[in-house]
């Protein structure tokens, strides 16, 4: 095979992997409607032909090893369609347990692992399984390409995969109905492979199928004429042959390459606009390109939208299988077909939705006998919500059952936090997010390690989405996840608040109030919207951006809390590409990455839950939510008290360092300069400073100079942070008084807590 027909077939087998994926969840999911009695002729002919289509597209694009284990589940549907096999639990499993060894053994044949011994194991299991001879011995699994029995004129060119049915003239209904021993290969030449995205069988299920290897002997005689599979109609087949399937990774780099495109385009009209203002046509042609982009990336956008509904087969197996392994009766109900997502989001959501179902059947579904004691019905029922709001998607897990038990969840953390025990119930429930912390008594497969929910929360982190908890002792619990439709790009309200500019997602804003008087409920500054008083803050003093001016309120909301903020200005309305901080730097609260604006300068994206959080503890004055946020180092009681100043003129850098110090149980304050640092000082002396070098106004030698020329300050501590890492440069600071002096090239989190508490300790 040449480097070009290598690399034609790894692009195949790629999109094979693709197409099987979602063959292989329809197999499960009409697996478990058969268990349940839906044992229609048409469900049987469906999983046959879904097992057959995996079977020749396997054959086609090079996996024969693949192709086999496909092949032997086909004969253990075939009993079933010819009512030679009833339907019962272990044919189920049996066939559950062939998918898995196809979902498991397609990635490995992709990459170019060996899987032979696995794939013939499998073959084996399924063959018994068949009642018929298991598949040859290790002669048979040793030959990697093994030939049936044909007439020579028939025996495909060396090239072909042996197991690849290759189409030809579809033959009548009674030739698809002949035994199948009777059928040979037609001696036409073989054509090309079948474009990928109609069927990658091949022909009719029944043809050619003796020259498929170690099939058992059907059974002389013509089968009932309800036993034939279907084929495909004729519209069908007309909007198959419309279907092109592309690789992910190329839609990927096409998005990335239109988001590329549109924003220099922003930047480059943004350079050119007195000009393009002076010319009508020129300004036409630009808004004409403008447009075009946008209508581009729309569509490049919505080539990776997949129904949320894709990931119900895997979750609704998982069900089934931990209700049986625990004796429990549980039903899986879905709603929102209609719901799509970015395809790379929706695969990060796999592993957390797939946890929170299992915990729904492991904590909430209650045994049979307690749900007859309780008045429930013995069934238990967890259900799979998605909806489209804006441009999240929002996806709820629930379940009837017994709830969660906060009381518990708040001993099991006061066990390592005393301030745990002084939490509200509702403070307390985001426990259950703690890493380490689990209310199980016994461990097992699922529970009990105090490994799970901290790991859903992270992994919705990195997706920018949000998890909200909400349960009734008794009736059940409900997990609601809210994440962006796509990760490439964000419909954003720009704003100005204390000079710099934000982002907001538009999906989170609620409403934009002009600027006006607040009331005071409560101790907290309220508005009113839509007839209901709302807490308002200053985004300025949420952040510690500064002092914003008193200009219109954008009213944000979460999925069961909103906040007004009041800003400087409203700037516009754009698309915004967003990008993430890199791994270098933690997720920062309230940021949910950053975006590049025309002018080339970065724009911070705002989170809308951490937000309201900072929020309400801004205003709260309240830090035992940030206790409760889940993974956060807690410190010792002693340090809480200790206060540090973060001086640095780029916001992304203060609020890394205030999210390190926070997280540490510090008190954070911060300044853009140095002139504002010492109006701060000047009003709460601080414990530790913290300051950058090159800064407007006043840097970081200059400050560190003035706190050192004062007296009532000798004894604070100042670390300066920079990227000025050259001998004179730290000769300068160490000289004007600066106490450590670290580079940001070689920055590391837990060398500059170190420093904080050395110097701290010191200075105690």
Request: aromatic fraction near 2%; charge should be negative; include cysteine.
């Amino acid at each position: 095979m040449s480097g070009s027909d290598s690399v034609a077939e790894g692009d195949f087998q790629h999109l094979f992997a693709t197409e099987a994926e979602g063959r292989l969840d329809t197999l499960v999911d009409q697996l478990l409607e058969l268990e349940k009695g839906g044992a229609t002729p048409e469900l049987v002919a469906s999983l046959f032909r879904e097992a057959h289509t995996i079977k020749g597209g396997a054959a086609v694009v090079g996996m024969p090893h693949v192709a086999r284990v496909a092949h032997a589940l086909e004969d253990l549907l075939e009993e079933v369609r010819r009512e030679r096999r009833g339907v019962d639990t272990p044919l189920i499993d049996s066939v559950l347990a062939g998918v898995d060894a196809i979902r498991i053994l397609i990635p490995l044949a992709v990459a170019g692992e060996d899987h032979e011994h696995a794939a013939f194991e499998a073959e084996q299991r399924l063959r018994i399984a068949v009642g018929g001879p298991p598949a040859a011995g290790d002669e048979a699994a040793a030959a990697p390409t093994p030939v049936a029995a044909a007439p020579a004129s028939a025996d495909p060119p060396p090239s072909a995969a042996p197991l690849a049915e290759q189409p030809g003239p579809r033959r009548s209904a009674a030739a698809r109905q002949a035994p199948a021993a009777a059928l040979a290969p037609p001696p036409s030449p073989p054509e090309p492979p079948p474009q990928v995205g109609g069927s990658a069988a091949g022909p009719e299920p029944e043809a050619d199928r003796g020259a498929v290897p170690h099939r058992p002997d059907p059974v002389t005689g013509q089968a009932p004429a309800a036993a034939a599979v279907p084929g495909p109609t004729e519209p069908a087949r007309a909007a198959a042959a419309e279907m092109v399937q592309i690789p992910v990774h190329r839609i990927d780099d096409l998005v990335r390459l239109i988001g590329e495109a549109s924003a220099a385009t922003l930047r480059l009209g943004s350079a050119l606009l007195e000009r393009l203002e002076r010319d009508p046509s020129g300004m036409t042609e630009y808004r004409d390109l403008v447009r075009s982009l946008n209508e581009l990336q729309e569509l490049a956008l919505h080539a990776r939208m997949i129904p949320v509904m894709s990931l119900a087969p895997r979750l609704r197996r998982a069900v089934r299988d931990l209700a049986r392994e625990s004796g429990k009766e549980v039903r899986f109900e879905t709603r929102g077909e209609d719901a799509e997502i970015d395809r790379g989001v929706l695969e990060r959501l796999a592993d957390p939705l797939l946890h929170l179902v299992r915990n729904a059947v492991d904590h909430g579904i209650e045994s049979p006998d307690e749900r007859r004691l309780r008045g429930k019905p013995m069934e238990g029922i967890i259900r799979l919500h998605a909806m489209q709001l804006g441009s999240e998607v929002v996806i709820a897990v629930s379940d009837d059952g017994r709830g969660i038990d906060v009381a518990r969840v708040r001993e099991a953390a006061g066990s390592t936090d005393r301030s745990a025990m002084e939490m509200d119930d509702e403070a307390a429930l985001y426990l259950i997010f703690r890493s380490g912390l689990s209310t199980a008594t016994r461990v097992t497969g699922v529970s009990g390690r105090g490994v799970g929910l901290d790991a859903v929360r992270a992994s919705l982190n990195a997706v920018r989405g949000r998890i909200e908890v909400r349960s009734d002792p008794g009736l059940g619990t409900e997990f609601r996840i809210a994440v962006p439709i796509t990760m490439a790009t964000l419909r954003c309200l720009v704003i100005n608040s204390a000079g710099q500019a934000f982002a907001i997602p538009l999906h989170s804003v609620r409403a934009v109030l002009p600027p006006q008087p607040s009331a005071t409920v409560g101790g907290r500054a309220m508005t009113m919207v839509e007839g209901r008083p709302v807490p308002i803050s200053s985004l300025a003093s949420v952040l510690g951006t500064g002092n914003g001016v008193e200009g219109p309120a954008v009213v944000v909301a979460g999925l069961t809390r909103s906040h007004a903020f009041k800003v400087d200005e409203l700037v516009d309305q754009r698309d915004v590409v967003v990008k993430g901080l890199g791994e270098l730097i933690p997720r920062l609260p309230a940021v949910a990455g950053a975006g590049v604006q025309p002018d080339g300068s970065i724009l911070l994206v705002l989170e809308a839950a951490g937000l309201i959080e900072r929020a309400r503890r801004v205003d709260s004055g309240d830090r035992s939510l940030e206790a409760a946020d889940g993974g956060r180092r807690e410190a010792p009681v002693a340090r809480r008290a200790a206060s540090i100043l973060v001086v640095d003129d780029a916001l992304t850098v203060r609020e890394l360092q205030r999210s390190i110090f926070e997280n540490a149980g510090y008190r954070v304050a911060v300044a853009t300069n140095g002139e504002e640092a010492l109006t701060r000082i000047s009003e709460e002396r601080p414990d530790l400073v913290l300051t950058d070098v090159q800064m407007p106004r006043m840097d970081g030698f200059q400050l560190t100079a003035a706190i050192r020329g004062q007296p009532a300050l000798a004894s604070v501590p100042v670390i300066i942070l920079t990227s000025r890492g050259s001998d004179e440069d730290r000769r300068r600071g160490l000289e004007c008084g600066a106490d450590g002096y670290i580079v940001k090239s070689g920055f590391d989190q837990s060398a500059l807590l170190s420093a904080v508490e050395h110097l701290l300790g010191a200075e105690r």
